[in-house]
């Protein structure tokens, strides 16, 4: 094993109760920590700089101050290549939002696979893996890409095997190898929030790599997933606009590369009336728009 074996990225804004969890969590890792990246997305807190800028904790930090909120997917983008710039083989990446098992890293070591997943739970065991095991680009009448996803299909871990092969990831507690980095590049910044994990997913998959989840790589997720509460908020732009623009990109054929702008419409009608929000048709009509732009930039 090189001391450059393996990077952990965390992305984090304004949240330093879960960050200084987050952080003690990865301390009682079982398998050794090189280095921690730590990408402060300009939090406006006044305590995330500075709790970062007087770590006193176990591993070998390293803190980057982004200037401005460059979105998850900025933050990300922004840690990886720092970790692959400085050479690590392995680089594994997560939210402040969800805490390690002691032993996640090193059962996601064991299975030794240039993409893999640690599976997400609630803090009382209730699985809540959402990577799908079918992402279907190629059938334009399924309304959403992602079919069964690990929860749907698995009522609890211990149902599932040790490893099983999904399509897609989220950004929380995705393990790369660094040959994958070399050939695809790195995650998408231009996204800012949403679909930029699909985005990477679906490239390694199309470079030829599997992504496996492993059963034993233990992820506790500390806040509920708010798909509702993000359509009705700000966040629902970027939601719909990654949505639209990850079919232009990946769809497999004119039918489902053309899709989005049959999805915009029964969203309009379906959040529009559920939500009675003009705001809502407006949001998903600009969103529209600029997923096309998305690909340009």
């Not at 460059?70 to 720092?82: C, E, L, S, V």
């Not at 997933?225 to 732009?237: C, L, P, V």
């Amino acid at each position: 094993m090189t001391e450059k074996n393996l990077a952990v990225v965390v992305v984090t804004y304004n949240r330093l109760q879960l960050l200084t969890r987050c952080l003690q969590k990865l301390e009682k890792q079982t398998y050794a920590i090189d280095n921690l990246i730590v990408v402060n997305n300009a939090s406006t807190d006044a305590v995330t700089a500075d709790f970062l800028d007087s770590y006193t904790g176990s591993l070998p930090l390293t803190v980057i101050h982004n200037e401005i909120n460059t979105g998850g997917a900025g933050g990300f983008h922004t840690g990886i290549k720092q970790a692959h710039q400085l050479g690590y083989e392995w680089i594994f990446i997560m939210d402040d939002d969800v805490f390690a098992d002691s032993h996640c890293i090193e059962q996601l070591m064991a299975v030794d696979h240039p993409c893999m997943i640690a599976v997400r739970e609630y803090k009382d065991g209730q699985l809540v893996e959402r990577a799908a095991i079918e992402y279907n680009l190629s059938n334009p009448f399924y309304l959403n890409p992602k079919r069964h996803a690990i929860c749907d299909k698995y009522k609890n871990r211990n149902d599932m095997p040790a490893t099983i092969d999904v399509d897609n990831v989220a950004f929380e507690g995705f393990m790369i190898k660094r040959e994958v980095i070399d050939i695809i590049g790195y995650p998408e910044a231009k996204y800012f929030i949403f679909y930029d994990d699909v985005d990477y997913a679906l490239r390694a998959r199309r470079a030829g790599y599997s992504i496996k989840a492993v059963r034993d790589a233990k992820l506790i997720r500390q806040l509920p997933f708010d798909q509702q509460g993000a359509i009705d908020s700000w966040k629902a732009f970027y939601m719909f606009r990654n949505l639209f623009h990850i079919h232009f990109k990946f769809g497999e054929n004119i039918f489902v590369r053309n899709k989005p702008y049959l999805l915009a419409i029964g969203s309009m009608m379906v959040y529009g009336i559920r939500l009675r929000s003009r705001k809502v048709v407006k949001e998903i009509m600009r969103a529209l728009k600029c997923a096309k732009q998305l690909g340009k930039e």
